[in-house]
């Protein structure tokens, strides 16, 4: 069965390319992106530091390419964390791509960048919060939930909240709403009674 790049039909379709970093000549798997970039690499590193990639031992035709849904710049970080080698810093990512590699990290279970890219959404918080708590939402980081909370809600509505967290963190962020609209409620008398007695 041919490529879909070889497909001369398929004009929006790039040529494939062969990752610099992953290119072992011992290599024993290939993996291609979903913009065709090919890695190279070692079926004993994607079992022992990953926890969704099959056992090195399971037998794969050595022509075969496994394909995979993720663009090639954020396999190509997400292998960096799979080797033993010094890892790629996230300093300059954007919040998306870095959304998209925590949410890949999840995905194959790679833990050591899972806590690197968690770390990292922490200094976006501020600018984008409703990104960040549908991230933890969706991944169960609760302690990002717990941090995000105070920023978001005095401005967002409850009813929006149904939809996107679970049960187990929606309940807590009720209780936290009420808790500041009680006690915003009750500052508000406080200042009425204040103002009662000067006059």
């Not at 610099?20 to 190279?40: K, L, M, P, Y």
């Not at 530091?49 to 050595?62: K, M």
């Not at 009720?174 to 000067?198: A, L, W």
Request: negative net charge; proline residues 7%.
């Amino acid at each position: 069965m041919a490529d879909a790049a070889e497909n001369t039909g398929a004009k929006d379709v790039q040529p494939i390319r062969q990752s610099e970093i992953f290119n072992a000549a011992d290599a024993d798997v290939v993996i291609r992106s979903c913009d065709n970039v090919e890695f190279r690499l070692h079926k004993k590193n994607l079992e022992f530091l990953s926890g969704s990639f099959p056992p090195a031992d399971t037998e794969v035709n050595p022509n075969e390419i496994v394909r995979l849904s993720e663009s090639g710049e954020t396999l190509e970080i997400l292998f960096q964390f799979m080797y033993p080698r010094r890892f790629p810093s996230l300093d300059n990512m954007k919040i998306d791509p870095l959304i998209e590699l925590a949410g890949t990290a999840e995905k194959y279970e790679i833990f050591a960048l899972i806590h690197v890219c968690e770390l990292h959404l922490r200094s976006f918080m501020q600018q984008y919060p409703g990104k960040i708590l549908k991230f933890a939402a969706q991944y169960d980081h609760r302690e990002l939930v717990k941090e995000v909370a105070p920023i978001l809600v005095p401005s967002l509505p409850l009813s929006e909240l149904s939809d996107l967290l679970p049960a187990h963190l929606y309940k807590p962020w009720v209780s936290r709403s009420c808790s500041k609209y009680n006690k915003s409620s009750t500052q508000v008398s406080d200042s009425r009674v204040s103002i009662e007695n000067i006059g």
